[in-house]
Nanobody, 117 residues
Framework: QVQLVESGGGLVQPGGSLRLSCLAS????????MGWYRQAPGKQRELVAV???????NYADSVKGRFTISRDKAKNTVYLQMNSLKPEDTAVYSC???????????WGQGTQVTVSS
């Protein structure tokens, strides 16, 4: 059982920045993929960014060039740096850990990000 704890959400003005952190209860390199997802009110949850244990990275088209996913092995932490935030980025952001074989999914509790003037 992997426990994930997110932090770093909050209220920010359009154009501002936030950095989200996801602390894992075990080595992040033992996890096949870690990602950030978000869910806005009335919308389905969507993938924002994912990083694999091998270092492969993918972003949603809507955040490319603005968001950066990274990791710190020593701290068992994955980060999501969010720049040039827009009101449409407002959502609950959740950290996810995936194991491929056998397939298992773990989620953090989520952190609210609100972009508003």
């Amino acid at each position: 059982q992997v426990q994930l704890v997110e932090s770093g959400g909050g209220l920010v003005q359009p154009g501002g920045s936030l950095r989200l952190s996801c602390l894992a209860s075990e080595s992040i390199f033992s996890i096949n993929a870690m990602g950030w997802y978000r869910q806005a009110p009335g919308k389905q949850r969507e993938l924002v960014a994912v990083i694999t244990s091998g270092g492969g990275i993918n972003y949603a088209d809507s955040v490319k060039g603005r968001f950066t996913i990274s990791r710190d092995k020593a701290k068992n932490t994955v980060y999501l740096q969010m720049n040039s935030l827009k009101p449409e980025d407002t959502a609950v952001y959740s950290c996810n850990a995936q194991f491929y074989n056998p397939k298992r999914d773990y989620w953090g509790q989520g952190t609210q990000v609100t972009v508003s003037s």
